[in-house]
């Protein structure tokens, strides 16, 4: 069953601070992957975006890692803001059909206070 | 920031009512989506359109009907709203990006939906 799963479900940090997220997923076949941001009552806006053969990317303070061999992708945080109180999807796109389907995980809820 | 846009972004609403939520984007894009989210959950796609006079259903069972007349304009009904619609829905559009063919999903804001 094509399933994503992230970790933890809920973290909270202090101002300044870093942090890493985790993604795992069981997607096949995998397309690409992709980190998006959701702040509350908002709809997710894309971070990062990831094919097979690319390991890691970075925008600004976001550095998202990922290892197709054991199925494992992160997102860390460097320099935590309050604006970066949020929640986290990990999405993964198979290449199963035209439409590249989309798996979604339930997010990381992350906190940030000053 | 993505020009996709979702109105209205709150509705509280009696059982029965049929209602409209719409959902326009400027950026030419042909593949629209509407999805549904409840809170601490994941998105769970309800609706699909490739574009004019195309539309599917999603992974998730919905008794919603959406349409698609215009490029730029992909609304959702619900003939016969009932508490268990009470969610909020997503909708999004996306442009092939690279020659990868990585798309690449734009989110409207959301609309907050409440049946009494």
């Known amino acids: 069953k094509n399933q994503v799963e992230q970790s933890p479900q809920s973290l909270i940090i202090l101002e300044g601070k870093n942090c890493t997220l985790q993604?795992?997923?069981?997607?096949?076949?995998?397309?690409?992957l992709r980190w998006y941001k959701q702040d509350t009552g908002r709809g997710p806006v894309s971070l990062t975006i990831?094919?097979?053969?690319?390991n890691t990317k970075s925008n600004g303070r976001y550095t998202a890692t990922l290892d197709a061999d054991t199925k494992q992708s992160s997102l860390h945080i460097t320099a935590s803001q309050l604006s970066d109180s949020a929640s986290y999807i990990c999405v993964v796109s198979d290449r199963g059909s035209t439409l590249g389907r989309l798996y979604f995980g339930r997010g990381t809820q992350l906190t940030v206070w000053p | 920031e993505a020009d996709i846009y979702q109105t209205p972004r709150y509705l509280v609403i009696g059982t029965g009512k049929k209602i409209t939520l719409e959902c326009s984007q400027t950026?030419?894009?042909?593949?629209m989506y509407w999805y549904q989210q409840d809170p601490g959950m994941e998105l769970h796609l309800i609706h699909y359109?490739?574009?004019?006079?195309?539309?599917e259903k999603g992974d998730l069972s919905s008794e919603s009907t959406v349409s698609r007349i215009r490029t730029e304009h992909f609304p959702l009904t619900l003939e016969s709203a009932r508490p268990s619609h009470t969610s909020q829905y997503l909708c999004?559009?996306?442009?092939?990006?690279?020659?990868?063919?990585?798309?690449?999903?734009?989110f409207g804001p959301g609309t907050r939906l409440t049946v009494l």
């Open positions: 990831m094919t097979f053969s690319e």
């Open positions: 359109s490739y574009g004019v006079n195309s539309t």
């Open positions: 950026m030419g894009h042909d593949k």
């Open positions: 993604c795992n997923y069981t997607v096949s076949p995998f397309s690409n």
């Open positions: 999004a559009s996306t442009f092939l990006s690279g020659d990868r063919g990585t798309d690449t999903q734009y």
